[in-house]
C-alpha cells in the first residue's frame, strides 16, 4: 500500500519534494535498479488529461508537460532524481527527489487534482505506488515574463 500525502504547490514556483523509501526496519533501499514516474491529473475517474509527468532514474531523468486544454506539450527544468539527498548535492540509499520547474508548476491549473509516484523495477518490471494523494495548486497572479 502506498503513502497517502497532500502536496500543495504554488503556481509557477518550483517545487522541491523529498522522500526516502526504506524497509520495515527504516533502512533505505537501494534504487539503483528502478526507474520512477510521477503524474498530476485532474481526476483518475474518466478525466485522462495529464497536468503533470515527471520521470527518472540514477542515471538521467527526463521531464514533460501536457497542460490539459491549454494544447502545450513541451521539456521542462525538473525530474525524478533517485538515490539523492534533499539538497541534490549528493546520494542518499532510498532517496527520491522531485522536482517540478516554475514553468511546469505555471502550467498547472489552480484547484485540487489528484497525483502518483510510481517505482518500476528494471529487470522484472515490477511496479510499486510509493505515494499518493491530492495535489493542490494555488493559484498565481504575479506571472513573469
Same mark, same amino acid.
Given at each position: 500500500?502506498?503513502?497517502?500525502?497532500?502536496?500543495?504547490?504554488?503556481?509557477?514556483?518550483?517545487?522541491?519534494?523529498?522522500?526516502?523509501?526504506?524497509?520495515?526496519?527504516?533502512?533505505?533501499?537501494?534504487?539503483?535498479?528502478?526507474?520512477?514516474?510521477?503524474?498530476?491529473?485532474?481526476?483518475?475517474?474518466?478525466?485522462?488529461?495529464?497536468?503533470?509527468?515527471?520521470?527518472? @532514474?540514477? %542515471?538521467?531523468?527526463?521531464?514533460?508537460?501536457?497542460?490539459? #486544454?491549454?494544447?502545450? *506539450? =513541451?521539456? $521542462?527544468?525538473? !525530474?525524478?532524481?533517485?538515490?539523492?539527498?534533499?539538497?541534490? @548535492?549528493? %546520494?542518499?540509499?532510498?532517496?527520491?527527489?522531485?522536482?517540478? #520547474?516554475?514553468?511546469? *508548476? =505555471?502550467? $498547472?491549473?489552480? !484547484?485540487?487534482?489528484?497525483?502518483?509516484?510510481?517505482?518500476?523495477?528494471?529487470?522484472?518490471?515490477?511496479?510499486?505506488?510509493?505515494?499518493? #494523494?491530492?495535489?493542490?495548486?494555488?493559484?498565481?497572479?504575479?506571472?513573469?515574463?
Amino acid at each position: 500500500m502506498s503513502a497517502r500525502y497532500d502536496i500543495t504547490s504554488n503556481q509557477g514556483e518550483t517545487l522541491h519534494l523529498h522522500i526516502l523509501y526504506t524497509d520495515s526496519d527504516d533502512n533505505g533501499i537501494d534504487l539503483t535498479s528502478y526507474d520512477a514516474e510521477m503524474k498530476v491529473k485532474r481526476t483518475f475517474l474518466g478525466d485522462s488529461s495529464t497536468l503533470l509527468h515527471l520521470t527518472g @532514474s540514477t %542515471s538521467g531523468f527526463t521531464s514533460g508537460i501536457t497542460a490539459g #486544454g491549454t494544447g502545450y *506539450t =513541451g521539456g $521542462i527544468t525538473g !525530474g525524478i532524481f533517485l538515490n539523492r539527498n534533499m539538497g541534490n @548535492s549528493g %546520494s542518499q540509499t532510498g532517496g527520491i527527489l522531485l522536482i517540478a #520547474g516554475s514553468t511546469a *508548476t =505555471g502550467w $498547472i491549473p489552480d !484547484g485540487s487534482h489528484h497525483y502518483d509516484m510510481e517505482l518500476k523495477y528494471k529487470f522484472t518490471g515490477e511496479t510499486t505506488r510509493v505515494i499518493s #494523494g491530492r495535489f493542490q495548486s494555488d493559484g498565481e497572479v504575479t506571472r513573469w515574463k
